[in-house]
């Protein structure tokens, strides 16, 4: 099983770079081939994806429902502890699964890692 690290820094939305490294988790988890011990760790304003109540995909959203099924399939989702804290989300209600994570934390699972993929 292969070890992989995402590291995601860019804003959910106005860009596709959150929705692009989703959608790239997905298809990992989703291998029926080789599974994955995947991580997933959000940096500066990525953080906001974690929050809960974002629009469902049939209203032009779908990026909570992602995270949602990623989680199902193991994948461990955090957020940077700094990038939350300086955003006002350290002490706010995530998204089921997701938790606050430190660099500490990203820097093990980057050494810990066979592949590492930033977005």
């Known amino acids: 099983m292969q070890k992989i690290l995402i590291i995601v820094h860019a804003p ?11 959608r790239l988790a997905t298809a990992l988890v989703s291998q029926e081939d080789e599974r994955v011990d ?12 974690g929050l809960p109540n974002q629009p469902s995909a049939e209203a032009g959203g779908g990026l909570q429902q992602m995270i949602e099924n990623l989680v199902e399939h193991g994948a461990m989702l955090r957020l940077c502890r700094t990038c939350a804290v300086a955003r006002g989300l350290a002490e706010v209600a995530l998204i089921p699964g997701v938790s606050i994570g430190t660099l500490t934390e990203m820097a093990s699972a980057a050494i810990e890692a066979d592949k590492v993929i930033t977005f």
Request: no cysteine.
């Open 12 to 22: 959910p939305y106005g860009s596709e770079r959150v929705l692009s490294a989703l």
């Open 38 to 49: 995947l991580s997933i760790y959000m940096m500066s304003d990525a953080v906001t994806v």
